[in-house]
């Protein structure tokens, strides 16, 4: 019985190098054969990196005594390979003087050995990352010309608040009813901060070219504030464009609530069952309205007019503003608890809510966790998102065009109704 489950082991691993070898090998060899219309004179290929990662995995197979020696010389020996690739490939007036397809030759043969030796799952994932690098080459190049001198500087903020700082802090309970813990609050800076960031990042790789509806998706991440905001004066300047401006401001305000959600998932699963139907409901919503503006107005080219910010959401200042303010929104939670009961939380949910709903969801799922009631954290979370999609529609109907008001009435407000209604059912569920 050992002896089947060894061989089973070894195959699924031997299956799985091949398979790596196949993806990242037609991904070479699609890559290159839309870059030339004439064969090139480029050695490896789809089959040669499905045979190297399957030798990677087969060296395991070997005898202990003579694994570690085969493994390091089928490394040089594919090194060597890459070597000749290269020096083929590298002649002439046309050719591609770049290295990345012997690179990830050798990185190919790596990940077969690792098939080999058991890290199966981590080789795969590994694969599908060198897979999106090559694949997403153009968009990546586009990203990196976009650029400029305060990006550089917001992303190595970013470094400083998330490798230096993070981990230098004290993991202990501080101040007034314990609230203060200097490395959780950090954390919650590092994990909002690296959301923002990320939103912006794909805002500068996909461009204005994306579309204003694809920029309110992705600008979401980062602010729908901002994108609420950008969009309104944008409708006002641009009547023409108001639908697909509302569009915009609808999905960023709209991804508001699946976020909370995946902060529930993963901090405190009781409370994100409480909010499944509800926030689903909410998404359902925000897709059809999207897709009915997209039907009556998706085919004029003013669309292709997308928003692009001119001033990346990270930086130190508003990091060290968040956390200071999730602090005062974790005191103020607490207070309330001590003080006032179930009725205090919901009113300091109410309030935090019409500044930021991430700070006190995030405060209130930390407490779930140490024991407020699941069914009060969250209704709690459900009223700061309501009252955060009231402010979003208040702002869009001072700043927005008046021909679009309307749109914008209908697509926020039913955000807020279900918030609340979601309120109402958990309490007599």
């Not at 003013?302 to 974790?330: H, K």
């Not at 300091?348 to 699941?374: T, W």
Request: one cysteine or more; proline letters at 3%; aromatic letters at 8%.
């Amino acid at each position: 019985m050992v002896y089947m489950e060894l061989h089973i082991e070894l195959i699924t691993g031997a299956v799985v190098a091949l398979g790596i070898g196949l993806l990242i090998g037609l991904e070479r060899e699609y890559s290159r054969g839309h870059k030339v219309r004439q064969p090139t004179r480029e050695a490896a290929g789809i089959r040669t990196f499905a045979f190297v990662a399957l030798a990677g995995n087969l060296l395991t197979w070997l005898p202990t005594d003579v694994t570690n020696w085969a493994i390091l010389l089928g490394l040089a020996f594919t090194g060597l390979i890459a070597l000749l690739s290269y020096r083929r490939t590298s002649k002439g007036a046309e050719a591609d003087k770049g290295i990345t397809s012997e690179i990830v030759l050798v990185t190919t043969y790596i990940l077969g050995v690792l098939t080999g030796i058991g890290y199966i799952i981590q080789a795969g994932i590994i694969a599908v990352i060198v897979f999106a690098l090559l694949r997403f080459k153009h968009l990546l190049h586009r990203f990196s010309r976009n650029l400029s001198e305060m990006d550089l500087r917001q992303a190595m903020q970013f470094l400083v608040i998330s490798v230096v700082v993070l981990p230098i802090l004290p993991n202990q309970p501080f101040g007034p009813y314990a609230s203060f813990n200097p490395f959780h609050i950090w954390l919650i800076v590092v994990l909002i901060s690296g959301i923002g960031f990320a939103g912006y990042a794909a805002i500068k790789a996909l461009d204005q070219r994306a579309g204003l509806s694809v920029t309110g998706l992705l600008g979401g991440l980062a602010s729908s504030t901002a994108v609420t905001l950008a969009m309104s004066r944008m409708s006002r300047t641009n009547p023409n464009m108001g639908a697909s401006c509302v569009s915009a401001i609808v999905l960023a305000c709209g991804v508001m609530f699946p976020r909370v959600l995946v902060f529930a998932v993963f901090l405190d699963p009781a409370v994100a069952m409480r909010l499944l139907a509800p926030i689903l409901l909410i998404s359902a919503f925000t897709a059809m309205f999207v897709v009915l503006i997209w039907r009556k107005e998706g085919r004029h080219h003013q669309t292709d007019a997308g928003y692009a910010p001119e001033i990346n959401p990270l930086s130190m200042r508003m990091a060290v503003a968040f956390g200071l303010f999730y602090a005062v929104v974790e005191l103020l939670t607490r207070m309330a608890e001590a003080h006032f009961g179930q009725g205090g939380i919901m009113s300091v949910a109410a309030i935090s809510g019409l500044g930021d709903v991430d700070a006190i969801s995030l405060s209130l799922l930390k407490m779930s966790r140490e024991g407020l009631a699941v069914a009060l954290t969250a209704q709690a979370m459900l009223l700061a998102s309501a009252a955060n999609s009231l402010v979003k529609l208040g702002m869009g109907l001072a700043f927005a065009d008046p021909s679009s008001r309307g749109m914008l009435l209908l697509g926020l407000l039913p955000m807020s109704i279900i918030s609340i209604a979601g309120i109402f059912v958990i309490a007599i569920a």
